[in-house]
Structures are given as C-alpha cells and as structure tokens.
C-alpha cells in the first residue's frame, strides 16, 4: 500500500500533467492514509481556489495550518484566497505569519503591501515594499507596487518614476526598436511609440500624444495599438500612423528604423509630472461620424427619454473582476429612475445577463448584440459618442466613452485603481469624467442609491430644459 507522501507526490504528477479530478482523488487518498497531511490539504486548497470556490480553499488551508501551523506556504496561499475575496484585514494576517516563518520571502511582502494599499494603509505599503533590497528578483515588481502608491496619492512625478519598475516585471518586458526618448521635442527626429497593457490603457495613455506632437516638428512617427483601435487612433491622430501590435508580443513592429522610441506609458513621466500639466480637452478621440449618426438615428426611435449607457462587468482576471464589477441584480435603484431609457454598453460574456433585467426589473435591456464591441471598437466608440450619459464601473467602456468626450460616471470601489487617486470627484485624464466612489469595502449598494438619486436630478433637469426650449 502507497503512503500518504507517495499519493501525494502521485497528486503533484497529476496536476502537471493537467488531470486535476485525479490529482485530488489522489491527495484524498492521502488524507485517508493520513488525515493530517498538510501538504494534501493545502494542494486541495490551491485547486479549489482555481476554481473560485473560496470557502472550500479557505477550510483546505486552514486544515493545513492545523496539522502544521509552521507550514508557511499555507499561510501565504490563505492570505491569498483571503485577498481574492475582498477580506483583506484577513490577509493582511495570514501575510504577517507568513513572513514570521520566511522572512526573505519579498513575493509575500509584495502581496501583503498590495493589500495594505487597498486598505488605504499607504505608508505601511510603503514601509513593506522599501524592504525589499534592489538586489531582489522582485525589486522591479516592488518599484512598479510603489508607483501605485505614489499615483494614488497624486504624486505624480514620484509616482512615474517608479512606473517604469513595470517595463521589468512580466508581461511588460519588451525590447524598443530604437533608443528610448529623452523627453525633450523631437525637433524633426522619428519616433515610434510601442503600446502596452489593456484597451482602457492604451485609450487613455493616447491622450499624451497632442502633448508628445504639438510644436515638436516631429519627422515620422507611428503609434502602435491594439488592431480594433487602429481605425479610431488614424482618424484622431493624423500626425502620426496608426499600427496594429503584432500578434507576438515580443514582436517589434514593422516600421524600418526610427531616431527614437518609447512606451506609450512612459509619456506622461515627461509630459505629466503635475496636476496642472494634464490639458483640460474633451474628447481626443473622434468616432466615425456617419456611424455616430446612424446611432443617433437608431436611439431616437425609443422615443425623448433620457438615454444612458450602462455597464456593470470589468476586469481582465478574477481578482480585478470581483473587485471591480458590480452583480446586476443590485442595479435596481438606477432602473427605477423615471425618464431614462437604458442602453446596454457591456461588452464580453456579462452583456448578456442584460436578459434578465426583465425578470429581475420587470423592463427590458438591450442584450448589447447590435454592437460586437469585443470586435469592432470603432462602431462601438461611435454608439457611446450617440449617447447622453454612461454609467460604468472601470473598465475600457467608461476610458472609450471619456475619450470620445460623452459624459461619463464612473463607479469605482473603495479602493480604486491608482488612475483614479483617492477622494477626487474628477479625474484630470478626463474632463467629462465624474468619479463615484464606495465608501466603505464592497458597500456597491449605497453607492448605486447615491447613482439614482443623481440621476434623477439630472434627468429632471434635463426634461424641465427641454420643455423650457
């Protein structure tokens, strides 16, 4: 008969070879040779929490830690799970017992300032990540952590230094083409500009590039983005060439040689180092035309009502979605409001939960099928600039919106993404931007009956124009 080690080590196999149902049977086998083997119990742990079931993956960890509570690994994978799950004062514990057990351990340190930060405990995040030595492997990711902090605070010229921490961390790392800019005008040099991140980001880094542009005599320049951004990007920057990003994400652009060039999320250490240096222009990026009209046409069919876009889902991994979206069946305060006819604007597998708003609301939503926005981002630029209001949580829908100058209400957590600061009710990325935030962890419903009552207001006043008009 095999030990309870040789089922483990049989489960170990299993998970590397991707059979997950068979990895467990055997940690379980494990369990029933030994029931307190806390390697078993902690690897059961890890799956679960793969699969989102938190509860499960906290009681795996915890029977680890009570058959070994010097199992340190255990400890970091429960602060872990407690830190997915919004529990952070939790996690912020089980980190701290973590590094009582190994104390060079700098990836534990990271995590447990991430969530000091998101605690808004910002100078113990700080104090946390300045331990970590620059001789660390991890001594690009805790500059790039410091940077959140800095940003978040409105320290701006700080905060972008440490921002480059990002270009060391996976998956950022990327060779430029040429020399990097110097920040000073381009006075005839070529430049091309390699974008990075998300749709939002490159949306909203693009901003920078009147500022880059204006007076500089710049010779060639190219931008390079996401292939459905092309389209928007050629038609807003007709100064320099839109390119779509290789599919390899390695790969250089195809563009010859160049003087210079830079990360698109490199601009604003140069051009934005205050405030009082970001332009106060609205709407950088301009939709197609003859689409924003066919929109207008379209919407002008639901009749006079007030129309306003809404999006509730964001996030491009598990922990930024759970913390970012908002579950439709508490939207219902801002479906009550009288004179406003809503639009669906939410993109990806959540916009058909728009469905149902019937059962849960007693009205119907759009399922959001008459715009593949996943697909064509510059039809769907097009349908938000045709509305008078969107109403997002963070996600590339309220930066596109934004960006096409519509006013927009953002809904934010309580602890927000470092774009967005602490406190401010505006943010000087956008100027058509209103910031709503949560006041406490997870309290979307208070913040959702804040939401209503403003939009009532601003749909009555609304209404009382157009009669006065």
């Known amino acids: 008969m095999a030990s309870a080690d040789e089922e483990y080590i049989r489960g170990v196999r299993c998970e590397e070879i991707l059979r997950p149902a068979k990895a467990i049977e055997h940690y379980l086998r494990a369990l029933s040779l030994q029931p307190d083997h806390a390697p078993s119990h902690n690897n059961i742990g890890v799956m679960r929490q793969q699969c989102g079931e938190h509860d499960a993956a906290v009681a795996a960890y915890q029977k680890a830690l009570e058959a070994n509570p010097q199992y340190a690994v255990a400890w970091y994978n429960l602060g872990n799970c407690f830190r997915e799950a919004n529990r952070l004062e939790q996690a912020v514990e089980c980190y701290r017992h973590a590094l009582t057990l190994m104390s060079t351990d700098d990836e534990t340190r990271i995590n447990l300032a991430i969530v000091l930060k998101d605690l808004r405990q910002l100078d113990e995040a700080l104090v946390v990540l300045d331990e970590i030595p620059s001789s660390s492997p991890h001594a690009g990711k805790a500059q790039f952590n410091r940077s959140m902090v800095h940003l978040l605070r409105g320290q701006l010229g700080q905060g972008w230094d440490?921002?480059?921490?990002?270009?060391?961390?996976?998956?950022?790392?990327?060779?430029?083409?040429?020399?990097?800019?110097?920040?000073?005008?381009?006075?005839?040099?070529?430049?091309?500009?390699?974008?990075?991140?998300?749709?939002?980001?490159?949306?909203?880094?693009?901003?920078?590039?009147?500022?880059?542009?204006?007076?500089?005599?710049?010779?060639?320049?190219?931008?390079?983005?996401?292939?459905?951004?092309?389209?928007?990007?050629?038609?807003?920057?007709?100064?320099?060439?839109a390119i779509a990003r290789p599919a390899d994400p390695a790969a250089l652009p195809p563009v010859g040689p160049?003087?210079?060039?830079?990360?698109?999320?490199?601009?604003?250490?140069?051009?934005?180092?205050?405030?009082?240096?970001?332009?106060?222009?609205?709407?950088?990026?301009?939709?197609?035309?003859?689409?924003?009209?066919?929109?207008?046409?379209?919407?002008?069919?639901?009749g006079g009502a007030f129309k306003v876009g809404i999006s509730w889902h964001g996030g491009k991994d598990r922990e930024t979605r759970r913390r970012r979206s908002i579950p439709l069946d508490l939207c219902g305060p801002l479906f009550d409001v009288p004179g406003v006819q809503f639009v669906n604007v939410q993109y990806g597998w959540a916009a058909a939960d728009a469905v149902r708003a019937a059962e849960l609301f007693g009205f119907s939503l759009d399922d959001g099928s008459d715009c593949n926005a996943l697909q064509d981002l510059d039809d769907f630029a097009s349908k938000i600039a045709a509305l008078d209001l969107i109403v997002s949580v963070d996600n590339s829908t309220a930066h596109l919106a934004a960006a096409v100058g519509r006013p927009v209400w953002t809904l934010l957590p309580f602890a927000p993404d470092w774009r967005w600061m602490l406190d401010r009710e505006t943010t000087p990325w956008y100027p058509t931007m209103r910031l709503l935030r949560c006041r406490s962890a997870d309290n979307w419903t208070e913040l959702l009956q804040r939401a209503a009552r403003l939009l009532t207001s601003t749909a009555f006043s609304r209404e009382f124009q157009s009669r006065a008009a």
């Open 162 to 241: 440490d921002y480059e921490g990002r270009l060391h961390v996976e998956p950022n790392k990327r060779s430029l083409p040429a020399s990097r800019w110097d920040g000073r005008k381009l006075a005839g040099r070529s430049i091309v500009l390699l974008s990075e991140q998300g749709i939002g980001d490159q949306v909203m880094f693009a901003s920078c590039l009147a500022d880059l542009l204006k007076g500089s005599g710049a010779g060639a320049g190219f931008v390079e983005c996401d292939p459905r951004l092309v389209p928007l990007f050629a038609r807003s920057f007709p100064q320099i060439k």
């Open 258 to 302: 160049c003087d210079t060039a830079e990360y698109t999320g490199s601009l604003p250490r140069s051009l934005r180092r205050r405030i009082d240096e970001f332009p106060q222009t609205a709407g950088y990026l301009r939709p197609n035309p003859e689409l924003v009209a066919k929109w207008r046409s379209s919407f002008a069919r639901l």
